[in-house]
């Protein structure tokens, strides 16, 4: 599935970058007073270029720093980007750098110094500092922890540091003076891909990879403007002692970043996910901002010579705030032009082609406040978001719920736990099934919790040596998972041990959505045993902070056993595990899935004709038939085939012919007016005055709907509406 996470905050910010950028070369606020144009220039305008070396750090280095992800080709491809985009930029600046006389008595040690580190024209030091920072970052990941990464980048930083704002000082130790002169006689300044590039690349790369995260936007924005007053101060000390070589690098800058690129990510993780367009609005500011960046010297010179030939340079040359917006203007304008245009080229990524899933957000935001107002306030929703959420898609899943205030999750297995790690889930995360114990690394390196499967299993994890999240699963009479309730002493050997850190203690009902006596009765000496045994190990002062017992069942039709949890699954996503149950709750919860696919082709079959592998169905009279582009591999049960099931197709029913295939499913579409390729079906879902319930497709293929839902295929796109 393609990365759906939105980044409008952080798109719409690189706009911002880059009109600082255009601030840093045109001074706007000279005219009116020059402490306010330091501030503007050299002290705010100092985010915009590490802010775009973080993003790249984010989007191109993250995965790169990941051993089990690192290919070389996304990086050669980023670098051959930038590498072209130099190239352009190089190109347009020549002939006015010839002009100006620029390139006189240039040596070949100028022209290196030029395009590896200065640039050939003053603001295009930034494309060759982007390819020679990533190239130094992953040369570093060839020998370095990330650690140690940062800390050879911290150091870079620093020498950087020296040789900048702080070369005043410098300057004084002779030693360290004659060292950096001969540096300069290299490169013009420190501000470039060695010693600047790097450390922003990384804290980039480790944005992109943190699964811990900051929460708290107010405290994120305090701990900003804390971190750019000091940057403030910092430079105006700075200025007021004569220190600076140059100003593009202070000891504040790094913080004032970190806390930067939090805010714009939490702000983008708070937002729900984009509608409509999103996703390509945010390609045509990436574009736009780069292309503002590139062309803004060129509008200086262009509205100089305007300015000239037109006698205006009274107003927009001398007045430098009028000067700055009719570049900033220009630069925009041309800047969108091409940027609509290089749109026009671009594919735009397309969910709905083939066969899909749509999530109703607003429904589950429904059912997760109507399963909380059955729950006491005490009493958290730990959604269960395994088999890829019930096939929904974990990570939408996860994130809309993360945005509803979910902070506790569980998954079957470490692998489930891992990749929602990498996808940005925080909160904790309780692995409800067995972990080898090779992979016990894996539950402290994303911070997972790991169920206790029976008291064996215990020992196993303690020998692990170093520290595990526990919860103790206890079997109170499903017999699947967990120490038998009744050994008391047992369990209390697992609160015991010295590595196991134990958050929780939880028990699963197994006929909980039964309503008929004897099962009623099962379930009330189940939550008996369970409640014994914590009282049991309360007395021994060793009962964990975490009881639970219900999942989605349990919370519906035994109120009264809530715990500190509630591992709620199918309930969540909006339907039950039968059609009756469904039916009862239906007023109390929303479906939450929608499946549909495209129509690929219409035809008729003539009669007596038969179709589809083993010719199954025949056409008793002449009959159009539709091919629709999805098939078993995607979830759809085979059982369906042969008329058992059908589809919706503009707001009818069209019942399901022959075998269904892998990839395809033929229904007859006779008596659906104007059928075409291209339309939609609906599997599951609504269309027009109809609907299909995902309980109707378990009916029909002799099943529950929780494994229908599980079995959604991984190649169909999910898209949130
Ligand atoms: C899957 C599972 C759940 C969620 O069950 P639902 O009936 O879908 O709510 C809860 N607890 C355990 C142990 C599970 O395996």
Redesign the pocket.
């Known amino acids: 599935m393609r990365e759906k996470q939105s980044y409008a905050g952080l798109d719409r910010f690189r706009i911002f970058a880059a009109f600082l950028v255009v601030a840093i070369h045109t001074s706007p606020f000279m005219s009116y007073s020059k402490t306010a144009d330091f501030f503007f220039t050299k002290v705010l305008g100092r985010i915009a270029v590490p802010f775009f070396f973080m993003v790249t750090g984010q989007f191109v280095l993250a995965e790169y720093m990941d051993p089990q992800k690192r290919s070389a080709g996304r990086i050669t491809g980023y670098l051959k980007k930038i590498a072209l985009l130099y190239v352009i930029a190089v190109l347009i600046y020549m002939p006015p750098g010839i002009y100006a006389g620029h390139y006189q008595n240039t040596g070949l040690t100028d022209w290196l110094r030029m395009v590896l580190f200065d640039g050939t024209f003053y603001h295009l030091w930034y494309f060759p500092a982007c390819i020679l920072g990533v190239s130094v970052v992953c040369g570093m990941g060839r020998f370095l922890k990330m650690p140690q990464m940062f800390v050879a980048a911290g150091a870079l930083y620093l020498a950087g540091l020296c040789g900048d704002s702080y070369y005043g000082l410098v300057r004084e130790v002779p030693a360290a003076a004659s060292l950096y002169e001969m540096l300069f006689s290299v490169f013009s300044y420190t501000r470039n891909g060695i010693f600047l590039a790097p450390l922003f690349l990384l804290l980039g790369a480790l944005a992109g990879r943190r699964t811990k995260r900051m929460e708290n936007i107010r405290l994120l924005r305090v701990l900003l403007a804390l971190s750019f007053l000091a940057m403030t101060e910092e430079a105006f000390v700075l200025r007021h002692f004569k220190l600076q070589r140059h100003d593009s690098m202070y000891a504040a800058l790094p913080v004032v970043m970190y806390f930067l690129y939090e805010a714009l990510l939490l702000s983008d993780r708070r937002k729900p996910e984009r509608r409509r367009g999103g996703r390509g609005k945010s390609a045509f500011l990436r574009t736009a901002a780069t292309w503002i960046y590139i062309l803004h010297p060129l509008m200086i010179i262009a509205v100089r010579g305007v300015a000239k030939k037109a006698g205006l340079e009274a107003l927009f040359v001398e007045n430098s705030l009028l000067h700055y917006l009719a570049v900033l203007a220009g630069s925009c304008i041309v800047s969108f032009m091409i940027a609509l245009l290089l749109q026009g080229r671009k594919d735009e990524p397309f969910e709905k082609g083939r066969a899909w899933i749509e999530l109703d957000q607003d429904a589950l935001s429904h059912n997760v406040a109507a399963l909380r107002a059955m729950l006491p306030e005490t009493c958290r929703l730990m959604p269960?978001v395994?088999?890829d959420a019930?096939g929904h898609g974990a990570k939408l899943v996860a994130e809309q719920l993360r945005r509803l205030g979910v902070d506790a999750f569980?998954v079957?297995c470490a692998q489930e736990g891992v990749a929602l790690r990498r996808q940005g889930i925080s909160g904790e995360i309780l692995i409800?099934?067995y972990t080898h114990p090779k992979q016990f690394g894996l539950l402290r390196r994303y911070r997972l919790t790991q169920?206790v499967v029976d008291h064996h299993y215990a020992m196993q994890l303690n020998r692990y040596g170093r520290n595990i999240h526990v919860h103790i699963?206890v079997d109170t009479g499903m017999h699947?998972?967990g120490e038998r309730s009744e050994n008391v002493e047992q369990i209390a050997s697992v609160c015991r041990m010295k590595h196991l850190v134990v958050d929780g203690m939880?028990t699963?009902l197994c006929v909980s959505?039964s309503d008929r006596r004897q099962e009623q009765e099962y379930t009330r000496s189940q939550a008996k045993a369970f409640y014994q045994l914590s009282d049991q190990l309360r007395e021994m002062g060793l009962l964990p902070p975490g009881i639970h017992m219900?999942?989605?069942?349990?919370?519906l039709n035994y109120p009264d056993l809530a715990g500190d949890y509630a591992?709620?699954?199918?309930?969540?996503?909006g339907v039950l595990?039968t059609q009756e149950d469904t039916h009862k709750w239906q007023d109390t919860l929303r479906p939450v899935l929608s499946l549909k696919a495209r129509v690929a082709t219409v035809r008729t079959l003539y009669q007596g004709e038969s179709a589809g592998y083993g010719l199954q169905f025949t056409a008793k009279q002449d009959t159009q038939i539709a091919t629709i582009a999805i098939g078993y591999a995607d979830g759809l049960p085979r059982a369906l085939s042969g008329g058992a099931g059908s589809v919706l197709i503009r707001g009818q029913r069209a019942p399901i012919i022959g075998r269904i295939c892998m990839d395809q499913t033929l229904v007859d579409v006779s008596g659906i007016d104007r059928v075409r390729a291209g339309d939609t079906a609906v599997l599951i879902g609504r269309s027009g005055e109809q609907e299909l319930s995902v309980c109707e497709m378990a009916v029909a293929a002799g099943t529950i709907t929780?494994e229908i839902l599980s079995r959604m295929g991984a190649r169909l796109e999910r898209v949130v509406v």
Do not use: E, M, P, W
């Open positions: 269960a395994k088999a019930y569980c079957a409800l099934g169920t699963g699947r998972l939880f699963h959505d219900q999942a989605s069942y349990g919370i591992r709620v699954g199918i309930a969540l996503y595990s929780n």
